[in-house]
């Protein structure tokens, strides 16, 4: 579809304006929001992960592309969200510590939100501390973690540590580009959730 294309495009260039434009025009066309999120945004934004692991482009590129991925985003968000139904549970959610990556982490935020989950999203570069107390304090019965860095995935297990230590129920998932399922059982994690939908899918298991 070229006007998906196009918001790929531009969002590679790092044209907020474009991409902000392009995708309000796209939801007026009713395109499917996932099939807009998949094949214009993520498609994107992993073009540009692409072309900076092989230093084509730079942060500030990056930085530009993540700003323009937000200016679909933000206008997807209520209609990825819209079906929800409140009343499923309470979820803590956040990126760990010494993670500046949020992308991933809100879109799973928006998912479980439109699946009925009530989550509180505690943003990003949170102290595992933070993770847990939060949980106990909110009575939540399960803890989300991304991390988009082999440096800051290992701060999963300190969450997963202190949970297994108060012999609490709250049950732990885990997401992220370099984190997987063999990464889950080694740190003791409830389930590994490879992208948003599935997240949804895995919590609903779990609680
Ligand atoms: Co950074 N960065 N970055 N970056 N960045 C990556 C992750 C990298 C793979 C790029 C590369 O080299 N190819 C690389 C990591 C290498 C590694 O550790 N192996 C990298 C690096 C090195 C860095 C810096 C260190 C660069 C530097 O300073 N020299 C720096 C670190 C800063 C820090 O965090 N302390 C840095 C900074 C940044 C920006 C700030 C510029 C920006 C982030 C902006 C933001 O998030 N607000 C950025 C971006 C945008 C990226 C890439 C290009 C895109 C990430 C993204 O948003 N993808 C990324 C390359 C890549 O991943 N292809 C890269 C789209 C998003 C929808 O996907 O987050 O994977 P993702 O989420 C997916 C799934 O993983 C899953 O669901 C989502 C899809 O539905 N998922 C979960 C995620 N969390 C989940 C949680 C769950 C379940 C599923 O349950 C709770």
Same mark, same amino acid.
């Given at each position: ?5 196009? =918001? /790929? ?17 796209? =939801? ?11 094949? /214009?945004?993520?498609? $994107?934004?992993?073009? =540009? ?7 084509? =482009? ?50 799973? $935020? ?98």
């Amino acid at each position: 579809m070229e006007i998906l294309n196009q =918001i /790929s495009e531009y969002l590679q260039q790092g044209d907020d304006d474009k991409v902000f434009a392009l995708t309000k025009e796209a =939801i007026e066309q009713d395109l499917n929001p996932k099939v807009i999120l998949d094949n /214009s945004l993520i498609a $994107g934004m992993n073009i =540009i992960g692409e072309k900076f692991k092989k230093h084509e =482009i730079f942060l500030p590129d990056v930085l530009m592309s993540a700003k323009a991925m937000y200016a679909g985003l933000d206008q997807l968000k209520p209609l990825l969200a819209s079906k929800g139904i409140s009343g499923l549970g309470k979820v803590v959610i956040g990126t760990v510590q010494g993670d500046l990556h949020d992308i991933g982490k809100n879109l799973v $935020g928006i998912m479980l939100k439109g699946a009925g989950f009530d989550v509180i999203d505690l943003g990003k570069d949170v102290p595992p501390e933070k993770f847990v107390e939060t949980a106990k304090r909110e009575n939540a019965k399960l803890i989300g973690m991304s991390a988009l860095l082999t440096t800051t995935m290992t701060n999963m297990k300190k969450v997963v540590d202190l949970v297994r230590k108060d012999n609490s129920d709250i049950k732990v998932i885990i997401g992220g580009a370099p984190v997987s399922k063999e990464f889950a059982d080694e740190i003791g994690a409830d389930a590994y959730a490879y992208d948003a939908g599935n997240a949804v899918e895995c919590v609903k298991e779990l609680i």
